[in-house]
C-alpha cells in the first residue's frame, strides 16, 4: 500500500548498463517521521518488495524549458523529478548537465506534464494531453563509456510508453510555482528500455510524490 508523500521506483538494473543480468533495483522515498520502511508492489513478479536503502530521496517540481541535443528550444513543461539523490535542486544548479552528462550514481524517475498550469488527470498519447510523458535514467559515470558504446550517449532512458490508451496516467492534484510550494499527485505507468537492449518488456512503476517546489529548474538540460 502506497502513503502520502511516498514513491518507489523499482528499476532494472540493466538500466545502468550492468549486463547480462537484468536484476532489480529498488529504489524507496520514504518521508515517514516514524522511520518505518516502505513497500511496493513488485513490478516483474508481482510480489511485495521492501527497500533496504535509507536517506531521504529528493522530491522536487518546477517549470522547465526543453532544448534538443544541440541545445535548440523544442517547448516547455512542467515536471515533478524523483531521486535517490537528496537536495537536487541544488545539484542541478550545479550541474545543468547532470541528466544529460552525470557527474555521480543515481537513479531518477521524471514526469513530464504539459505546460499551461492545468490538474487533473493526464493520458500519454491522448488529444490534449500533449506534453506528457515520464522517463527513467540509471546512470553511473562508471558506466559512462560502456552506455556510448551500446547506445551513442552517457545516458540512455527508460521512456515511458505512449500509446494511448495502453499506458497509464499522471495525475496532479495540486501544483505550485512559488518557492516553498508543493506539488502532489499519482503516477502509474509503464516503461520500454532503450531500444539497444532488446527488451519487449514493459515495465510498471507506480507511485504518489508530495514534491517541493525547484524554482531554478529553467536552466537543466533534460534527457
Known amino acids: 500500500m502506497q502513503r502520502h508523500g511516498e514513491s518507489v521506483l523499482e528499476v532494472p538494473s540493466c538500466a545502468r548498463l550492468e549486463l547480462p543480468s537484468c536484476s532489480s533495483l529498488t529504489l524507496t522515498g520514504c518521508k515517514r517521521s516514524t522511520g518505518g520502511t516502505c ?4 513490478s516483474g513478479s508481482g510480489e511485495i518488495v521492501t527497500s533496504a536503502l535509507t536517506g531521504e530521496v529528493g522530491f ?7 532544448t534538443d541535443a544541440d541545445g535548440g528550444t523544442t517547448g516547455s513543461a512542467e515536471l515533478v523529478i524523483i531521486s535517490d539523490r537528496p537536495r537536487l535542486c541544488d545539484r542541478l544548479v550545479q550541474y545543468p548537465d547532470y541528466f544529460r552528462n552525470p557527474p555521480e550514481a543515481y537513479v531518477a524517475l521524471i514526469l513530464f506534464l504539459p505546460p499551461d498550469n492545468r490538474v487533473g488527470t493526464f493520458l500519454a498519447g491522448r488529444p490534449g494531453d500533449e506534453g506528457t510523458g515520464s522517463e527513467i535514467i540509471g546512470a ?7 552506455s556510448i558504446d551500446l547506445t551513442g550517449r552517457p545516458v540512455a532512458p527508460f ?3 505512449n500509446a494511448y490508451p ?3 496516467y499522471i495525475s496532479l492534484r495540486d501544483w505550485s510555482e512559488a518557492s516553498g510550494g508543493e506539488s502532489t499527485g499519482s503516477f502509474n505507468l509503464y516503461y520500454g528500455a532503450p531500444p539497444q537492449l532488446n527488451s519487449t518488456t514493459a515495465f510498471p512503476f507506480y507511485g504518489q510524490f508530495k514534491a517541493t517546489v525547484c524554482t531554478t529548474l529553467n536552466g537543466t538540460l533534460l534527457p
Open 140 to 146: 553511473d559515470p562508471t558506466k559512462k563509456q560502456a
Open 60 to 66: 522536487i517540481s518546477g517549470r522547465a524549458t526543453l
Open 159 to 161: 521512456q515511458g510508453l
Open 39 to 42: 513497500q511496493s508492489l513488485g
Open 166 to 168: 495502453c499506458c497509464g
